[in-house]
């Protein structure tokens, strides 16, 4: 007589409390995990069991057990299960501003292929990679980004010299779109409170935050939408306070961003609890 097959163990998503810009995370999953999608954050992780792959760069990328993921801000890419038996791994999300407090300046490092087993990057993720259960102190936090920093620029090959480009400008419009995210920040706004012409400042954002303005001011709006979903705010006024047109207007940019729609990324996230 044949017995059904097991069921297949559900797919989930632990995260740490966000500190200072850095959100961590463990999760497991089998067959596609993410859509195609892309942030304004470096994507870093590790890979704990089984065969991560993604798409990344127009090519197909596999992380084996113990190999380091480096994602560049706003690189569009997916995640799937390369075996049957699914994966696990860990990730961290680091704001570009961050590192930018260590390089001054100069542009954000670039890993080729997004995954390395280069030794430098391995062990200065070791402290920023650990289980999120545990809870890194802000001082032990701001040393391992500094380290990271630094193998990062040094595995990249980067030069010395700053790019062209006016980072204090670039610097204040960072600053004036965390303060008024809730709103429609126009084109002229920015210019006002920079003191930079439009082009010039998205040439110079993008430059120094790997990213461009509107949508840097799209993942804020975001990640207040995804702080109200875990408290148990309705997606419909998740929506409203975090400045978005409407509910299918956060919905959308919600799924281009994370490759999860909302309702999934509860799920995965309530999952944890569950179990």
């Known amino acids: 007589m044949n017995r059904p097959a097991a069921p297949s163990c559900p797919d989930w998503v632990r995260r740490a409390e966000p500190i200072d810009g850095v959100e961590r995370i463990e999760a497991w999953f089998h067959g596609k995990a993410y859509a195609m999608h892309r942030h304004d954050t470096y994507a ?15 090519s197909q990328r596999n992380s084996l057990p113990g190999n380091t993921m480096v994602l560049h801000p706003d690189e569009a890419h997916d995640g799937q299960a390369g075996t049957d038996e699914g994966f696990r791994y860990r990730m961290i999300y680091v704001e570009p501003a961050l590192l930018q407090e260590v390089l001054g300046g100069r542009a954000l490092p670039f ?3 997004g995954v390395t087993t280069d030794p430098r990057l391995a062990a200065a993720t070791g402290a920023l990679l650990q289980h999120v259960g545990h809870a890194l102190e802000p001082l032990e936090q701001g040393d391992a980004l500094a380290e990271l920093t630094h193998a990062l620029a040094a595995a990249a090959g980067m030069p010395a010299r700053r790019p062209k480009g006016d980072f204090l400008a670039a610097r204040r419009a960072r600053d004036y779109l965390h303060a ?14 920079t003191g930079r012409d439009r082009w010039s400042l998205s040439h110079d954002f993008r430059t120094f935050y790997g990213t461009s303005p509107y949508r840097y001011l799209t993942m804020r709006r975001l990640d207040a939408a995804r702080r109200l979903l875990l408290a148990g705010t309705s997606l419909a006024h998740a929506a409203a306070a975090a400045g978005f047109a409407d509910q299918s207007h956060m919905t959308r940019h919600f799924t281009k961003t994370f490759g999860l729609a909302p309702g999934r990324w509860l799920q995965a996230a309530a999952s944890v609890h569950r179990g």
Do not use: D, K, P
């Open 44 to 58: 870093i992780g590790r890979t704990l069991a089984g065969v991560q792959r993604f798409s990344y760069r127009h």
């Open 111 to 113: 890993i080729e292929g």
């Open 180 to 193: 008024n995210c809730a709103h429609a920040v126009s084109l002229v706004e920015l210019e006002a409170a």
